[in-house]
């Protein structure tokens, strides 16, 4: 392997959760936390949150994944959960409310653990 593909490879796959002005929540998936917020808050990130009555964004949660795949299925079971249990399960990872008044984003480190995270979903 050449060491791009190396330095690849050795990237965190991140899902991260959103706190739009409008009070709604975005969850995404990105390899770079810090460029994706700034690219939400420009309004050239998802469609949801180009819209200016959701910006500027607060990132509150993340998870740093040891693959692409497994980030991306903690995205997709956060955003097939009812507001109520994204609220839950967020409380349960140390995000407190309002999210408006959370200081830092959390950032947790997850590996392998997906498939019992997505059963507690």
Known sequence: MSKTSDNKDNKASY????HCRDGTLYGGYTTDLTRRLNEHNEGIGAKYTRPQKRRPLKMIYAEAHGSRSEATKAEAAFKKLARRQKDQYLASNGVSRPYKEQ????????RQLHE???EKL
């Open 15 to 18: 899902f991260y959760v959103l």
């Open 103 to 110: 200081k830092q984003c959390i950032v947790k480190e997850v």
């Open 116 to 118: 019992n995270q997505s």
